[in-house]
């Protein structure tokens, strides 16, 4: 049989039922506790550049900006929202005077850094559940087996920071060795966390399997001088080496020399801005991955229009020659249901922007369990 390449792209929706909250769960958390809870608990102890607290800083922003936001206990901006504001200053070099004083862009910067610190606490929780490696095995076991049959090629896409479906791809301690070839693709080279000599792992395209993150990661740090990336295990949770994002910390140096290290994550905004040369390589990575792949299987992704440099990807690759033979065959996962008699939305969405002489799409109703419970059977059933 010859070789088959299948790409998984995963959202939001495969970390939720994993128990990652929503995007509205997530600033309902941020901000019952910077405004509600006495002390809170996500910001404790962390300071902006001037040493006072950072989470008084959030919590000035958000009172000024949403000015009713206490009284309104049961709708509450989301985290795109919120986001989408002080990026749109960043991004415009503009002023948004929350603290009566200064307003500055620089300000905004901090609140930007409090805003991620507390997505990145919040999203790290759901992880620590021992179920969820229970869960994968069966999933782990069939990537395995789909990748050293016949050479097949399995590539993994995702929109998310969270590490839950990283694990079944690769683990950084036992499978990326200071002296030998990374078994598995990340898009981009690399370093070890706690690697001694710091010396870049480079990519290995040729590997059967490939994990491309494009947002970013929890288990990723970011020199802003060299722009090369520390990666550690798919467990671990780096947001401990950056609470004062402004003081060195141990582990949170470069090898290059310079401190400290940052998160690489970006954040859900309208005003998205991917910049980070390692997050480029990664997108045209994925682009590429894509293209060649002969089976496209999208799970707990909604394909939204705001997400219009995602939408571009996909479309380049299915515009671009790609030299497969036959029809290109398309499977959704998601969880939504028609109304009248009527396909999905979801669905209808996906058809539009993809259905065509050359491709044939699937549409499954059961989301990421169905999946689950699909694969658990081999790749070879869900192709049939």
């Excluded at 989301?78 to 200064?102: E, G, M, Q, R, W």
């Excluded at 497969?324 to 499977?331: Q, W």
């Excluded at 044939?360 to 059977?377: A, K, Q, S, V």
Aim: hydrophobic share 35%.
């Amino acid at each position: 049989m010859s070789p088959t390449t299948i790409t998984l792209f995963v959202g939001a929706g495969a970390s939720r039922y994993f128990g990652v909250p929503t995007a509205n769960a997530i600033a309902h958390q941020i901000v019952d506790d910077v405004l509600a809870s006495s002390s809170g608990t996500l910001l404790r102890g962390i300071k902006d550049v001037y040493e006072e607290p950072l989470r008084e800083l959030l919590r000035k922003f958000l009172l000024r900006t949403f000015p009713a936001i206490k009284s309104h206990t049961t709708e509450r901006p989301s985290i795109t929202d919120i986001l989408s504001i002080v990026d749109y200053a960043i991004a415009t070099d503009t002023n948004l005077p929350f603290d009566l004083n200064d307003g500055s862009v620089f300000d905004m910067h901090e609140v930007r850094r409090a805003l991620e610190h507390c997505i990145m606490k919040i999203i790290d929780r759901p992880q620590k559940e021992a179920r969820i490696k229970s869960t994968l095995t069966d999933m782990k076991r069939n990537v395995k087996a789909w990748t050293e049959k016949d050479q097949h090629e399995f590539t993994l896409i995702s929109t998310n920071y969270d590490t839950i479906m990283d694990r079944v791809m690769y683990d950084v301690q036992s499978e990326f060795k200071e002296d030998q070839r990374a078994s598995a693709d990340l898009g981009t080279s690399f370093r070890l966390r706690f690697g001694i000599k710091g010396r870049l792992i480079s990519r290995n395209a040729e590997a059967p399997k490939r994990l491309y993150k494009l947002h970013g990661s929890l288990n990723w740090l970011m020199c802003p001088a060299c722009e090369n990336i520390y990666i550690a295990s798919v467990d671990e949770n780096l947001t401990k080496y950056v609470g004062n994002t402004y003081g060195v910390s141990e582990l949170n140096d470069c090898h290059c020399g310079h401190a400290p290290l940052r998160p690489l994550i970006i954040s859900p905004s309208y005003v998205r801005d991917v910049r980070a040369t390692a997050l480029r390589e990664i997108w045209r990575s994925a682009q590429e991955a894509l293209r060649t792949s002969g089976v496209w299987i999208f799970v707990g992704y909604s394909l939204p229009a705001e997400d219009v440099a995602i939408r571009s990807m996909i479309a380049r690759a299915r515009m671009s020659i790609s030299g497969l033979k036959g029809k290109r065959k398309v499977h959704v996962y998601d969880v939504s249901q028609g109304r009248d008699g009527n396909a999905p939305e979801v669905e209808a969405r996906y058809r539009i922007f993809l259905q065509s002489d050359d491709t044939e799409i699937t549409y499954h109703n059961g989301g990421m369990e169905e999946f689950l419970d699909d694969i658990r059977n081999g790749f070879d059933t869900i192709l049939k």
